[in-house]
């Protein structure tokens, strides 16, 4: 499984949020592999779950995979709870 965790410019705030999903990874006791990248090559990058803000991930077209949008990046609780379901 491969999570993608977008933002606009595909740098700081991604990469942050990219290790806040791999801790909430841990957390589940799920496996996966977790990258960051910006909106722009998300299009064009597959991947089984894109996460992100809701302004950047909902830009992307539906059927890319699953989108979770997050309201608050920091949040391994909130992360933890959109996936869960999804692995």
């Not at 998300?42 to 979770?68: S, T």
């Given at each position: 499984m491969?999570?993608?965790?977008?933002?606009?410019n595909g740098l700081g705030?991604?990469?942050i949020m990219e290790l806040?999903?791999?801790?909430?990874l841990i957390e589940l006791g799920k496996v996966a592999e977790v990258t960051?990248?910006?909106l722009a090559s998300a299009k064009g990058e597959k991947a089984d779950i894109y996460i992100g803000?809701?302004?950047i991930v909902n830009q992307l077209?539906?059927?890319r995979g699953h989108i979770v949008s997050i309201v608050n990046m920091?949040?391994?609780?909130?992360?933890?709870?959109?996936?869960?379901p999804l692995l």
């Amino acid at each position: 499984m491969k999570i993608l965790v977008v933002c606009g410019n595909g740098l700081g705030s991604s990469f942050i949020m990219e290790l806040i999903v791999k801790k909430a990874l841990i957390e589940l006791g799920k496996v996966a592999e977790v990258t960051h990248t910006d909106l722009a090559s998300a299009k064009g990058e597959k991947a089984d779950i894109y996460i992100g803000a809701d302004d950047i991930v909902n830009q992307l077209p539906e059927e890319r995979g699953h989108i979770v949008s997050i309201v608050n990046m920091m949040s391994i609780s909130e992360i933890k709870l959109k996936l869960k379901p999804l692995l």
